[in-house]
């Protein structure tokens, strides 16, 4: 019912289009056993007519169910486009934070499985409003020839159909227990993938991922798959059964005795068995069909969890123009910032607490402090990519809220650790592109890479190299702050000197205001502005030399 509410809210006029010739064809099906029915009765000799019609019947069915399968088949595409659109965009509008908190194994699932699923099952619903169609205009059919014998077979057809309905029960549990389990099986592969160094490198750590975790929960995929299917083919074989019990009843008993129903016992034959074909593609289909509401359900629930966590009200991919008072700011200040990861337990919580911070343009700040102290989730702060749970940060006197926290971000441009490196420069006007030569050879990466229409050469680069290149977006984005987390740590010691000596000078010389997480206490003197943290709170902050503002 979900997939085809779906269906009805992208496109109903298609849907009624299509829902229409599958009716057509389900008459046309009718006709063409009541043209052969009336032709067996009047053999040998047949109305020259008759064939005409049968003609007519055929070519209505071919055009119908041609039609029918192709509006389906084209709505249930854009159903699939939709969705895909759809959770890519609030994945794009969800804060950080509840991404992380899902889990990249959890979101590709619902994406790849989860989508497919819905689109295998929406090419066999095109198949299932046809078959139903068919096997209406049958049971119509039957009733008009003898509404009396009819009514027994209906009475099998309702049992059957009840059978079917509690057969398919345990099926549609194990579907959801596979589906649960595929969440884990996709952090498995994400494993593989992410892990091989470490995995080739350890034969004991690579047997027990093997054995322990891949192999057990691709086991249990199987498993639930399998009794799931099972459970479905035994509900649908099943059902099939109970039709044949109305025949035999009828060719045994009933036109045994009764000289009416041994007239009719020859149309009745072949107009039931006229239904093992669309009865067959039915019970195929459904399968199918179930997976895809139990995927429909995990859509919906990730769809609403990131709708509930959306921050932009209105969609942050319109480009709009950045407020005068934000891209002339002067002064960023965080007041009384209170934020903590909320993990599964106590145990696994962490809180940055009061972080007052003030950064004047065109300073150079360097964040310093152990691992776990909070600087990388104070730079995700900053950006405007974590939502502090309390405290306020203002752009000279302009507060950052849900309504301008996306032009809020448009001030910055940064690399994490974890940063991804794009193939193309995405969002870079051409015009900005004049300077890239410049720059690979400023970052000693003209001789390994080349850009041609906007998109490099290679991206098979070492990971100090791959910093370098995200650095070059940095230079074409061009944008206000530049946010550094511990860039430098996968330098060679002389472009470490490179960097802090030249490069963040040359950032400041251009009024960027430049904060680095760093851990080079040799490089210290290169800012402007020393903040250390431990354990999520500010210790310590010493002005290295005073800032000239710019204006």
């Known amino acids: 019912m979900k997939l085809i509410f779906l269906l009805l809210k992208t496109g109903g006029r298609e849907f009624a289009f299509a829902v229409l010739g599958s009716i057509l064809s389900g008459v046309s099906s009718v006709g063409i056993i009541a043209t052969i029915n009336q032709a067996i009765a009047q053999l040998p000799t047949v109305q020259a007519g ?21 509006l389906i088949i084209r709505l249930s595409q854009k159903v699939i486009r939709n969705l895909r659109v759809d959770i890519s965009k609030r994945l794009l509008n969800c804060p950080l934070q509840h991404l992380e908190y899902l889990g990249k194994p959890k979101l590709m699932a619902t994406l790849l499985e989860d989508i497919n699923a819905i689109s295998e099952a929406s090419t066999n619903l095109a198949l299932l409003f046809v078959n139903i169609s068919i096997l209406v205009g049958i049971c119509l059919y039957l009733c008009w020839l003898s509404p009396q014998v009819f009514a027994i077979i209906l ?48 034969r004991q750590r690579r047997q027990a991922f093997f054995e ?11 498993h639930y798959w399998t009794k799931g299917s099972t459970a479905f083919a035994f509900a649908g074989s099943s059902g099939i059964v109970m039709v044949f019990i109305p025949v035999g009843w009828l060719v045994f008993f009933l036109a045994q005795s009764n000289a009416a129903a041994a007239a009719l016992a020859p149309s009745y034959v072949l107009a039931i068995l006229y ?3 669309p009865l067959g593609d039915i019970t195929n289909s459904l399968p199918a069909i179930a997976r895809a509401s139990i995927a429909l359900e995990k859509v919906e629930s ?33 007041m009384d910032i209170q934020h903590a990861y909320r993990g599964a337990n106590d145990a696994h919580s962490f809180e940055l607490r009061e972080i007052n911070l003030t950064f004047e343009r065109g300073e150079i700040v360097f964040l310093v402090g152990g691992n776990g102290s909070g600087k990388s989730t104070l730079a995700k702060l900053i950006t405007g990519l974590y939502i502090p749970d309390s405290g306020r940060i203002l752009v000279d006197n302009r507060g950052v809220n849900d309504h301008n926290r996306e032009e809020y971000r448009q001030l910055f441009s940064a690399i994490f650790q974890d940063f991804y490196l794009f193939e ?109 943290l431990e354990f999520g709170r500010i210790i310590g902050e010493k002005a290295i030399r005073p800032v000239r503002n710019i204006n």
Request: glycine share 4%; net charge neutral.
């Open 424 to 532: 193309r420069f995405l969002g870079i006007h051409p015009n900005q592109l004049q300077d890239v030569n410049h720059y690979l050879d400023a970052l000693a990466l003209s001789n390994k890479v080349s850009v041609i229409d906007g998109r490099l050469s290679t991206m098979q680069l070492s990971q100090g190299q791959r910093k370098r290149l995200a650095l070059l977006t940095t230079y074409l984005e061009d944008r206000l702050i530049y946010v550094f987390d511990e860039w430098a740590s996968d330098q060679d010691p002389v472009f470490k000197e490179v960097f802090y000596r030249k490069l963040l000078p040359d950032l400041k010389q251009k009024g960027k205001t430049v904060i680095a997480i760093s851990h080079d206490d040799r490089y210290f003197d290169a800012c402007d502005h020393l903040v250390k």
């Open 155 to 202: 009475l099998f057809i309702i049992l059957g159909f009840t059978l079917y309905n509690l057969m398919q029960r345990p099926g549609i549990k194990s579907f959801k227990l596979a589906r649960q389990v595929s969440d884990v099986l996709f952090g498995h592969f994400r494993s593989v993938t992410e892990g091989t160094k470490e995995l080739q490198l350890n």
């Open 50 to 70: 008759l064939f005409g019609v049968f003609v007519a019947f055929c070519l209505s069915l071919w055009i119908c169910q041609f039609l029918s399968w192709v």
């Open 212 to 222: 322990t975790d891949l192999k057990v929960s691709a086991n249990q995929a199987m």
């Open 302 to 334: 990730l769809g609403l969890s990131l709708l509930e966590n959306s921050i932009e009200l209105t969609s942050s991919l319109e480009t709009s123009p950045e407020p005068a008072c934000l891209q002339d700011w002067k002064r960023l200040t965080l």
């Open 275 to 277: 239904l093992f074909t």
